[in-house]
C-alpha cells in the first residue's frame, strides 16, 4: 500500500513551491549587499573608478572615469552600482585629485544614481593644474554635501563584526605622520632611492586611501607620484604591508616608486591601465619582480608592448582594444581573513589568504 505524506499538499506542488522559493532566493541574492567587502576595479579605459561596498550596504566609490558625450563610464559604473551591487545610491564618493580620467563622470551619474557626500583635497587656486572646465561643474553637484579629506582623518563607514577602516594616508601632498595599517619599523628599501624632479601636477596632490577590514588591507593611491611615495614609506614604512595594492597612476613609472612598491609587498595587484595607456614596463617588470606577489592583474592589455611583457594572459579584464568594459572583482570573506579575485560576472575566481 502507498504510504500517506505527512503533509495535505500534493507532492508535484510542494516541488514547484520550493523551487519557486528557490529561485528568489537566487534573485535576492544576486542583488543583497555582500557577506564581507565587495571591490570593484571598474574598466573606464585608461581613468579610475573603484567601487566598495560593504556586508551593510553600503557603498564608497573613489574616482568616476572620464566624462563622455555617450556617458561610457558613468553608465558602466551606474550598472555595477545598481544591478551587480544592488545599490539605491552612492553613500560617499572620494575624488583622488582633479584631473579629467578621475572625476571626469561624477557630473553624468549624479542624475543617475544619488551621491550622498563627496570629499576631495582642496579648494583649487586658479594657478594650480587641474581640469578648470569641469572643476566648476564638479563644484555646483557637491555643493553643500563636500569635505576636504585630510591625512589621518578616516571614512566613517559602519562595520560589522570584522573592523572596517578607511583612512586616508596622503592628501595634498601631505602624508601622515604616524604608522597606519600594519606600518612600522625601518624600511630597508630606502638605502640610495633616488628622487625624481619635482611633481607639480595635481597627481602628486592625490588622496591615497588604506582600507582595512579586518587582517585584509587594500591601499589605492590614485596618481600619487614618485617623491610623495618616498615620503610616505622612509624612512619609515607608515603603510605596512598590504594584500591587495591599485597600481598607482595606470602603472605609470612616474609613480610606483619602488622604496613604496617592495615596501607594501602586496598579495594581489590590480592595474588600472587603458590599452594605449600606462601600464609600463618598467611598473610590470616590478610588480613581477616582488616575493609576495601572487597575481598582477591588468584591467587592459598594453597593446603597444608584447604578450610577455604584459602580465599572464589570464589575469588581463580586457584584451582587444576594442573592449567590452570588464571589470575585475574582489570579495573580501566576512572575516576579512580570506578574498577572491574575478574577471567580470563570470570569470574563474581566485583565492588568496590576508596576510
Ligand atoms: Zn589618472
Redesign the pocket.
Known amino acids: 500500500m502507498r504510504r500517506e505524506t505527512t503533509s495535505s499538499i500534493p507532492r508535484r506542488s510542494r516541488v514547484r513551491a520550493l523551487l519557486v522559493l528557490w529561485t528568489c532566493a537566487i534573485c535576492a541574492g544576486a542583488n543583497a549587499a555582500p557577506k564581507g567587502l565587495d571591490i570593484y576595479f571598474l574598466d573606464v579605459e585608461g581613468?579610475?573608478a573603484t567601487l566598495l561596498v560593504t556586508s551593510r550596504g553600503e557603498s564608497l566609490l573613489i574616482d568616476s572615469g572620464w566624462k563622455r558625450d555617450d556617458l561610457r563610464d558613468a553608465k558602466r559604473i551606474h550598472d555595477a552600482a545598481t544591478r551587480l551591487a544592488g545599490l539605491k545610491q552612492i553613500d560617499h564618493y572620494v575624488t583622488t585629485h582633479f584631473?579629467t580620467?578621475?572625476f571626469g563622470s561624477i557630473t553624468q551619474l549624479v542624475p543617475l544614481i544619488p551621491v550622498i557626500k563627496f570629499y576631495d583635497h582642496a579648494l583649487m587656486q586658479e594657478s594650480q593644474d587641474y581640469d578648470k572646465k569641469l572643476y566648476p561643474e564638479y563644484m555646483k553637484v557637491a555643493e553643500g554635501k563636500r569635505q576636504i579629506l585630510k591625512a589621518g582623518e578616516t571614512i566613517p563607514l559602519k562595520s560589522g563584526k570584522t573592523p572596517l577602516r578607511v583612512i586616508c594616508v596622503v592628501s595634498d601632498g601631505r602624508p601622515v605622520l604616524a604608522p597606519v595599517g600594519t606600518g612600522a619599523g625601518v624600511n630597508p628599501f630606502c638605502d640610495g632611492a633616488a628622487a625624481k624632479e619635482e611633481d607639480r601636477s595635481d597627481?602628486a596632490k592625490s588622496i591615497g586611501l588604506l582600507i582595512s577590514y579586518g587582517d585584509f588591507e587594500f591601499l589605492n593611491l590614485g596618481?600619487l607620484t614618485w617623491n610623495v611615495e618616498h615620503q610616505l614609506v622612509c624612512p619609515d614604512n607608515l603603510l605596512g604591508r598590504v594584500d591587495l595594492f591599485m597600481v598607482t597612476?595606470?602603472g605609470s613609472d612616474t609613480s610606483n616608486n619602488p622604496v613604496l612598491v617592495k615596501a607594501v609587498q602586496p598579495t594581489v595587484s590590480i592595474m588600472c591601465n587603458g590599452a594605449r595607456k600606462a601600464g609600463s614596463l618598467q611598473s610590470i617588470a616590478l610588480l613581477k619582480s616582488l616575493p609576495s606577489l601572487k597575481a598582477a592583474y591588468q584591467l587592459h592589455r598594453n597593446v603597444q608592448i608584447s604578450e610577455a611583457e604584459n602580465t599572464d594572459r589570464r589575469l588581463i579584464a580586457n584584451w582587444d582594444e576594442g573592449c567590452q568594459g570588464q571589470f575585475i572583482k574582489v570579495s573580501v570573506s566576512s572575516n576579512g581573513h580570506t578574498y577572491s579575485v574575478r574577471i567580470g560576472e563570470k570569470g574563474k575566481p581566485q583565492q588568496f589568504h590576508s596576510e
Do not use: T, V
Open positions: 581613468g579610475a584631473h580620467d578621475h597627481n596618481d597612476h595606470h
